[in-house]
């Protein structure tokens, strides 16, 4: 039975979608401090938060059951996501589920605040009628600036044509070819800045980001500018923004998000050119609905390891294909899990290849799943897809990723291939899926095999002579050890033959100590997978 903590309010549909589920039980405690949160949070594989819950890398450090910190929502600068990955906890949030929500709030408030509508509204409410103080500016025409081209941003800009204005955009991660296809033109900040009558911002908070619009941008923006913001408050300065908004420089701000939430002694509050919403961008019945089924079901899936949709801080992307990739990661993991076994010494280098056409685009996932194997048995604590990777950084292992265009061998058209390397050895074994989708070891240094990397698994090297199965048959009967399989291969007629045995149960020492006795034999190694 999994247990979820939830430590925001989370919406009615989430709540019922948890009733239903029956490996999962959750509880809801809203408004905890931090030392509240570490005192309970060793109980729960999962925690569930929205912007109020600060997890904080004290806070992971007490969480040592926790495998998922999931935010219903999209921002996620209240998670210590550095911590997280270093202790194995996956982050996740749900960026499609609100952004229609967020989309619309922007053009709400761009269109209020170039309307005057919550002053207009004050003035009248006041028992005024005061028409030619509140005369606004039209959309059509103008030009958009948006910060930051993702999800939101893009559907900001569908609307925002659709009033007919001319949009322009900065997101360094994003192609000039994107534009394009949607009529929106991407410049460098500076451009964008001087151009734009109206600029609203759509980008995560990052060390590069965090008061982007500082003095310095709000000198470069056009006299008059309209500033409107629903993505977080720490993107502005706000003393900048006040001190902007004071000398006209800035026209009118719309604010929905602020730098501490709710806003304490905040310079935009009181300001007659700001229109404020707290923050509201998310608060639709239809978003709140959307993010908590969607968050609910991303962090039971997660539990399950049946899918990891959205996590922030995994090595390679996982979605909706996800079970087709797991079979070749548990296939990496027994790669991992016998060439750990088999090492002569410390790993240094690890070099990974994978090919086929099927697994395309998978090496990251792939890699990722070989370390959780080649590591496990050597880490005190559980490893998974995030921590493998930072636990093979800490050890000083030096790991190659690489897509090759020939399988290992003809008669498998998708193969993984892993070489370890230590200080004067290294060994080669590669795998692919058997026709009833097994994992198999196709490869061991020069031997082919066809052997399964299931339990008790004993690797002999011998002469190539008659005889020494009978005596390593013998031995393990004596033994009472059962065979279940024998899977071999050879050099050459004559050379050094591999044995790959797998067993019903694991030999003693003693029994080992003995099948090294027999003459032929030069090398025994017992691998439990």
């Not at 192609?175 to 800045?193: A, C, F, K, P, Y």
């Not at 409107?228 to 502005?236: D, M, P, W």
């Amino acid at each position: 039975m999994y247990r979820i903590l939830i430590s925001d309010k989370l919406g009615k549909a989430g709540l019922d979608r948890l009733d239903d589920i029956e490996d999962v039980s959750y509880n809801m405690k809203t408004g905890l401090s931090e030392d509240e949160l570490i005192t309970i949070i060793p109980n729960y594989d999962a925690l569930i938060i929205r912007s109020g819950t600060q997890v904080t890398a004290d806070i992971l450090a007490a969480a040592n059951k926790l495998k998922v910190v999931g935010r219903a929502g999209i921002g996620v600068d209240n998670i210590d996501i550095p911590a997280a990955t270093l202790r194995g906890v996956i982050v996740m949030n749900t960026p499609g589920a609100n952004s229609v929500a967020t989309a619309e709030q922007t053009m709400a408030l761009m269109l209020a605040a170039s309307r005057h509508t919550a002053s207009a509204h004050a003035s009248l409410l006041a028992g005024e009628w005061k028409r030619s103080q509140f005369v606004g500016t039209e959309l059509f025409g103008k030009t958009l600036g948006i910060v930051g081209f993702g999800r939101i941003g893009r559907l900001v800009a569908e609307r925002a044509l659709a009033f007919g204005m001319e949009v322009i955009a900065y997101d360094p991660f994003v192609s000039e070819e994107v534009g394009r296809e949607m009529g929106v033109t991407l410049v460098d900040l500076e451009d964008l800045l001087p151009e734009a009558h109206i600029i609203t911002l759509h980008t995560a908070v990052t060390p590069e980001t965090t008061r982007m619009i500082n003095a310095n941008a709000l000198n470069q923006m056009k006299d008059g500018v309209i500033l409107v913001n629903v993505a977080r408050g720490k993107l502005v300065d706000e003393a900048a923004l006040a001190d902007a908004l004071k000398s006209g420089k800035v026209k009118t701000a719309a604010i929905d998000v602020y730098s501490q939430e709710p806003p304490v002694n905040n310079p935009l509050i009181g300001l007659p050119n700001v229109l404020h919403t707290p923050h509201l961008g998310a608060s639709t019945v239809e978003a709140q609905r959307n993010v908590a089924r969607q968050m609910v079901d991303q962090v039971v899936d997660a539990l399950r390891q049946t899918d990891f949709r959205n996590a922030l801080n995994m090595p390679f992307q996982a979605g909706l294909d996800f079970q087709a990739v797991r079979p070749y990661i548990t296939l990496a993991e027994k790669l991992g899990k016998l060439q750990a076994g088999l090492a002569e010494g410390p790993i240094q280098t690890v070099e990974v290849e994978v090919n086929g056409e099927s697994l395309e685009g998978m090496v990251r996932a792939i890699a990722a799943g070989l370390l959780i194997g080649l590591l496990s048995d050597s880490h005190p604590e559980p490893l998974n897809y995030i921590s493998a990777p930072v636990v093979a950084d800490q050890k000083g292992i030096t790991i190659t990723q690489t897509t090759g265009q020939s399988p290992v061998s003809k008669n498998y058209p998708n193969t993984i291939s892993c070489r370890v390397i230590g200080d004067g050895w290294s060994r080669l074994a590669a795998g692919a899926l058997f026709s009833d989708g097994a994992p198999g070891i196709i490869r061991l240094d020069d031997y082919k095999l066809d052997a399964r990397p299931v339990g008790s698994l004993l690797l002999l090297k011998n002469k190539d002579v008659p005889g020494v199965m009978g005596q390593i048959g013998t031995i393990l009967a004596a033994y009472d050890v059962n065979i279940g399989e024998w899977r071999m291969g050879r050099d050459e007629p004559g050379g050094i033959a591999l044995s790959f045995i797998n067993l019903d149960s694991a030999p003693p020492q003693s029994a080992l100590d003995t099948l090294g006795k027999i003459t032929a034999v030069t090398e025994v190694k017992l691998v439990n997978l």
